[in-house]
């Protein structure tokens, strides 16, 4: 016997250290999977990266380039909207508000014998396009303390288009900046 059993168990140990170095291995390899793994996820933003959506939303978005195609058709229909407040005929009444012919490139608050608020009065300048176009967003933010009771057009083309409709009833309408 002797011999062989030394034999036998050498071989056992060899065999249980083949195991446990193996065994080491694996679980090294893994252990450094899962390292990486929790590196890795700890470089991803969560909730990716921070958009400027709400940010942009309260920026009017300019009209001029939607004037050229803008639906003056369409305009007019919308200006049901303001009619109960405002005529836009040439010679036409003050109403609520004042009469609006030539209103696209007037003086600011000027119209005579109607009685302006004195924020309005107070705004000074001329209609431009961007002037309108900010005023009819958003009114009182854009004159607070105008009389104007009105919140305000959401879409930039429903403004487009009414600007376009208004901006036809003038005695020379203002030229379209850029065409
Ligand atoms: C509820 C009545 C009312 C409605 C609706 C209304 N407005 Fe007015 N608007 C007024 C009044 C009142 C003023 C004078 C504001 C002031 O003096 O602060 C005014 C002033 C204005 C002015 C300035 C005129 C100037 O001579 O400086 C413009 C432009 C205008 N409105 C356009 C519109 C348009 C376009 C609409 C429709 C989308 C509209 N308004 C809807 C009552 C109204």
Known sequence: MGGEFYKVWGAALIALTVALAIGIGINEVTHSEHLEENAYKVNVPEGG?????????????????????????AGEKAFKRCATCHSFEKGGPNKVGPNLYNVVGNQVGTVPGFAYSNALKAKGGQWGYDQLNAFLAKPKEWVPGTKMNFAGI???????????FLRQHADTPLPIPGQ
Do not use: C, F
């Open 154 to 164: 959401k879409k930039s083309q429903d403004r487009a288009n009414l600007i376009a």
């Open 49 to 73: 990266a921070p958009t400027a959506a709400v940010a942009e939303k309260k920026v009017i978005e300019p009209i001029t380039p939607l004037l050229a195609s803008a639906d003056v058709a």
